[in-house]
């Protein structure tokens, strides 16, 4: 193979990587994105959560702004998620609906609460991301529990 060969046969794998991998090396489902979302609240890694919120839910903050916010809401109300499970909902084109369910704990409810959750995706430069979370119901847990 001669060397310009070589050097084609190298962009072309490159090239071929890069359309694989996206940028956050990811293609989420709406699914996932919620999952991750709430991961990444639990172990307090909100930097990482804003990767998953859309433009509206950032509301012109950058990451770092955004970050520290709900950091300090974390901290102040001593919130502490337990569990997340989540499933699937309606998907279209440019929209998605996800079901979560979320028990934690913070500084009103010390015994835990299970919140049953509607969250609202939409696809911003492909990649679905988190647009709003609606509180569907709650559950006060035991004090046993």
Known sequence: MSKLGYYFFLLSLLSSIC???????????????????????QNRDFAQAYRYVSQGM????????WAQEI????????????????SPGAVSDQEARVNSTIT???LVN?????EY???????????????RTEL????????NY
């Open 19 to 41: 359309v694989v991998t996206p940028v956050w090396g990811e293609n989420l489902t709406p699914q996932e994105v919620v999952l991750k979302y709430y991961q990444a609240l």
């Open 136 to 143: 569907r119901d709650s559950k006060i847990l035991d004090p």
């Open 110 to 114: 010390v015994n835990g609460l299970i």
């Open 71 to 86: 950091q300090a809401l974390f901290e102040r109300g001593k919130v502490a998620i337990k569990e997340i499970s989540v």
């Open 117 to 131: 959750n509607r969250d609202y995706l939409v696809l911003e430069d492909g990649s679905w991301k988190l647009e």
């Open 104 to 106: 934690s704990k913070d």
């Open 58 to 65: 950032r509301a012109g903050k950058d990451q770092e702004k």
